[in-house]
């Protein structure tokens, strides 16, 4: 049975793209748009896994991954961040901030289904 995964991208394309790459194996997805958004929808959904953008309105993937490490609920759910951001400085903000994996865009469907089988 496929795991709940929320995917979190101010981008619509990218969001539908990761979803339908990420549903096709069996995963159960949901959406969000921003980190505010993200967290009212974990509120009421548990997940397994959650995949976040970087640079996004209102709560950036750095400050979501901070307020999930910081919750008892959700400290332990492995965060991927997909980001065009390569750099050396954004890698050590993502890992202080808590993020599990780091990928950076374009990114191809294999390797973010392998690195989601491995968290999952």
Known sequence: MGKRILVVDDCDTTRKLLSYIIRDRG????????GIEALEVLASNPVDLVIT???M????????SRNLRG???YMNIPIVMVTTEAGEIDRKMGID???TTFLTKPISPQKLLYEIEKLL
Not at 27 to 34: F, K, Q
Not at 57 to 64: C, H, I, R, V
């Open 97 to 99: 901030a808590g993020v």
């Open 27 to 34: 995963h159960v997805i949901l959406g969000a748009s921003n």
């Open 57 to 64: 309105p209102q709560m950036d993937g750095f400050e979501l």
């Open 71 to 73: 919750s008892e609920a």
């Open 53 to 55: 953008d970087l640079n």
